[in-house]
């Protein structure tokens, strides 16, 4: 997983959501997360049954952000979680062995929390101060050294997310990140096709660099 795509409406410079992903696809995502936070629960299932189509034929993961009835009724593979949602082990329950659950953490310890909770993969941030996210002060501007960290201490795959931008990727990359999560980097840019591939080459180059560093 080196690009995922957090969809956010508002975000998009009036182009639709479903452009913005049939975009991302076209440059390479791994996974889509259907956000929408400020949209009702129709919406956002409405929103994720137009997306499965086109993320299935591509091989991308079509992933709900807090809502395991709508990873449900979507037929979604599977659900994003944070404090505030259902624990991992009773989403695991009703979603099954086969989906697909991430978790928001912000700490080394929240990281190993969730793994042994079953999940698998985790979004690790703010990494840098973001306005797309609505986070607390000690979530905001974790820093790499808490990246570092939970590579450290986890071995399930982790995004870093949180003012992650092409310029920045190949750091969070380098930290130990398995990728990136974006959402303005991708909705608002001029070209997000163009946007997912620079993210995907910039995590790749880093990625090699350090594969090759350790040989």
Same mark, same amino acid.
């Given at each position: 997983?080196?690009?995922?795509?957090?969809?956010?409406?508002?975000?998009?410079?009036?182009?639709?959501?479903?452009?913005?992903?049939?975009?991302?696809?076209?440059?390479?995502?791994?996974?889509?997360?259907?956000?929408?936070?400020?949209?009702?629960?129709?919406?956002?299932?409405?929103?994720?049954?137009?997306?499965?189509?086109?993320?299935?034929?591509? &091989?991308?993961?079509? @992933?709900?952000? #807090?809502?395991?009835?709508?990873?449900? %009724? =979507?037929? !979604? /593979? $599977? +659900?994003?979680?944070?404090?505030?949602?259902?624990?991992?082990?009773?989403?695991?329950?009703?979603?099954?062995?086969?989906?697909?659950?991430?978790?928001?953490?912000?700490?080394?310890?929240?990281?190993?929390?969730?793994?042994?909770?079953?999940?698998?993969?985790?979004?690790?941030?703010?990494?840098?101060?973001?306005?797309?996210?609505?986070?607390?002060?000690?979530?905001?501007?974790?820093?790499?050294?808490?990246?570092?960290?939970?590579?450290?201490?986890?071995?399930?795959?982790?995004? &870093?997310?949180?003012? @992650?931008?092409? #310029?920045?990727?190949?750091?969070?990359? %380098? =930290?130990? !990140? /398995? $990728? +990136?999560?974006?959402?303005?980097?991708?909705?608002?840019?001029?070209?997000?096709?163009?946007?997912?591939?620079?993210?995907?080459?910039?995590?790749?180059?880093?990625?090699?660099?350090?594969?090759?560093?350790?040989?």
């Amino acid at each position: 997983m080196q690009t995922y795509l957090v969809t956010q409406q508002g975000l998009s410079a009036g182009r639709s959501t479903r452009a913005i992903v049939e975009a991302a696809i076209a440059g390479g995502v791994d996974a889509v997360q259907v956000r929408e936070k400020h949209t009702s629960a129709r919406e956002r299932l409405a929103l994720a049954r137009e997306l499965r189509g086109p993320t299935a034929d591509a &091989g991308v993961s079509l @992933i709900i952000n #807090d809502r395991v009835d709508i990873a449900l %009724a =979507a037929d !979604a /593979d $599977g +659900v994003h979680l944070g404090d505030e949602d259902l624990p991992v082990e009773d989403a695991r329950d009703l979603l099954g062995e086969d989906a697909t659950i991430g978790r928001s953490v912000s700490t080394v310890d929240a990281a190993r929390e969730a793994e042994c909770a079953g999940a698998d993969y985790l979004g690790v941030g703010a990494v840098y101060a973001t306005g797309s996210k609505d986070v607390d002060e000690d979530e905001q501007a974790i820093g790499l050294d808490v990246v570092r960290g939970v590579a450290d201490a986890v071995d399930i795959p982790f995004v &870093g997310i949180g003012g @992650i931008t092409p #310029d920045n990727a190949a750091d969070v990359a %380098a =930290a130990g !990140a /398995d $990728g +990136v999560a974006v959402i303005s980097a991708i909705t608002g840019a001029d070209d997000p096709e163009g946007a997912t591939r620079d993210l995907a080459v910039a995590v790749e180059s880093r990625h090699e660099h350090t594969d090759s560093f350790h040989q």
